[in-house]
Structures are given as C-alpha cells and as structure tokens.
C-alpha cells in the first residue's frame, strides 16, 4: 500500500487508481473496509488532503450533502483543481473547511458570508 504526501492512500501511483474501488474488490480487504471507515469517522477531528485528490472523488459536481461530517477538512488547492461549487460543497459537508492556496484567482474567493470557510493565501517568493 503506499501513501502520497497528501495522506491519500493508494494502491498505485495513477489517478487511475483507487483505494477504495480496488481494495473493496479483493477478497480479505474488503470485509474490513467498514471497519477501517468507522474507526476513521471516530477518531480524525481533521483530515488533510488536496484539491485534486477532491475534485477526482467528484465533489465539483455533487449535489448538497444529506448529513454534515463532524470533521474539519485542511485542503490545499493551487491549481486549482476545486471549482465554486466544489468549494460550496465542502463547506456544506464537512465541520471546517481551510483551504489554502497560492492561487490569488482560487474559486473560493468568490464565495462570501460563509462562516465555516477560512482561507489561507500563501504568497510565493
């Protein structure tokens, strides 16, 4: 199993690739996948991750979240990858979002009066 620097578990290097569609496949793995998803719910307060890694599960194109995560999200997003209502949606869904960006331009400037978004600009030198 490897792990990327923005703490996506994957079972290759691809975007192709996908922990949960390729573990929840293989016998042995996916009896224990609910298992490492409760204990996940349970204990991460914040979860880091990227705008690529969100815009690839679809969260640029999903409707309002049914139930809010309990959890605050750390999400960096340069390119970027999230679009408004990628951003949106993230903040409907989970606790807290912060995303931080080096993208003067991001998205999630646009969005206003949305008391659960913090946004951190990171300048480059």
Excluded at 109 to 120: C, G, M, Q, W
């Amino acid at each position: 199993m490897l792990m990327s620097v923005d703490g996506k578990i994957s079972t290759g290097n691809t975007d192709e690739r996908d922990f949960d569609k390729d573990l929840s496949g293989i016998k042995g793995t996916k009896e224990g996948l609910q298992q490492y998803y409760e204990l996940e719910r349970h204990t991460d307060i914040n979860s880091f991750n990227t705008g690529r890694v969100m815009a690839k599960i679809g969260v640029n194109n999903r409707k309002d979240p049914t139930t809010k995560l309990p959890c605050s999200f750390i999400i960096v997003d340069n390119k970027p990858h999230l679009t408004e209502r990628g951003v949106s949606y993230l903040t409907k869904w989970t606790k807290k979002l912060y995303l931080v960006t080096t993208n003067k331009k991001h998205p999630a400037f646009k969005l206003k009066n949305l008391d659960n978004l913090e946004i951190f600009t990171i300048l480059k030198r």
